[in-house]
């Protein structure tokens, strides 16, 4: 269900309240270009700012538009377990294909903890879970043995894992763990390609939001063979994946969606904030070295 180019998309805001218009037109762009899944409400969404009706409004615009023409992969995680598996039922109500799912943050649970969490929330519910281990924002790391032991309990709950943890080593250790058919994911785009050699699937990147196409075709030429393609466009897009993160993120996506889609708005929610002067320079080279500007 999920391979290739999967943007973790921006939420649009307009006035402080989510601008529904200019997310369906992000979405209906996104399909156009050739990214094969969305991601509505993760970290680059702002979902830990956005009210509860909010997220699951943003997620069922994002359904409506993609009218199955993609799958939907929705944010749902919470440090909360009650709160998770709740959020899983808003997701399924809200028509999400499936949910993406990080680990309790803040609260630190034992191995033994987090898989007791997933536990819950398997047991709650029958709609695919995508894994997501971001130990960075977390702090919460799933250690290859807990993630084989969540994979071998529940073979047909969850599919796979977006890995952040930057380990490329890991890849190998999941397949061994998890089998050939667990679903790894990059998180890190600029790691993306050698995620790939190793396994992976795929990206669940922030670039794609700014460059959709050439993420497609990058992916598309790693999974068709033609890896001096693949190179190619990873050396064109690896300063714009850079860029990306010269500044608190989302800040730096969104001021460079608005570079390539001038009409698309800038506003951020509190405590995220605008990039500063010199992460929209580093922007600006990184979109002119990549063409797209």
């Known amino acids: 269900m999920f391979s290739g180019s999967i943007p973790a998309l921006v939420t649009p805001f307009r006035d402080g309240r989510f601008a529904e218009e200019d ?9 156009a270009e050739g990214s094969l899944a969305l991601v509505p409400c993760g970290t680059t969404g702002e979902a830990a700012t956005l009210t509860k009706d909010e997220h699951f409004e943003v997620v069922r615009v ?8 993609v799958p939907v992969l929705a944010g749902a995680g919470s440090n909360d377990t009650l709160v998770a598996i709740a959020n899983v039922h808003a997701a399924k109500a809200s028509g ?5 799912m990080v680990p309790p943050y803040y609260n630190r649970p034992s191995q033994e903890g987090i898989f007791r969490h997933f536990e819950a929330v398997a047991e709650a519910t029958d709609l695919p879970i995508i894994l997501y281990n971001v130990p960075g924002r977390t702090v ?6 807990t993630m084989a032991r969540i994979a071998a309990a529940f073979p047909d709950r969850f599919l796979g894992v977006k890995d952040a943890t930057g380990q490329l080593g890991r890849v190998s ?12 994911l990059s998180g890190n785009d600029e790691t993306a390609l050698a995620f790939n050699a190793m396994g992976g699937t795929g990206c ?6 700014v460059a959709p196409r050439l993420c497609a075709e990058f992916q598309a030429a790693w999974a068709a063979g033609d890896n001096v393609r693949a190179l190619e466009l990873h050396d064109r897009l690896y300063p714009l994946h850079i860029a990306m993160f010269t500044d608190a993120s989302p800040g730096p996506v969104k001021y460079a969606l ?8 800038g506003e951020l929610r509190l ?9 929209r320079a580093a922007i600006d080279a990184a979109l002119a070295h990549a063409k797209l500007i």
Do not use: H, K
């Open 271 to 279: 405590p995220m904030t605008a990039a500063s002067g010199a992460s």
């Open 140 to 145: 919460t790391d799933i250690q290859p043995a």
């Open 204 to 209: 669940i990147s922030v670039t794609a939001n």
């Open 23 to 31: 997310y369906r037109t992000l979405v209906e762009w996104q399909i």
């Open 96 to 100: 999400a294909d499936a949910v993406l």
């Open 258 to 265: 608005g570079r390539v889609r001038p009409s698309f708005p």
């Open 173 to 184: 250790e999941q397949r061994a763990g998890c089998g050939a058919g667990f679903i790894q």
């Open 62 to 69: 994002c359904v409506d538009q993609a009218r199955g023409r």
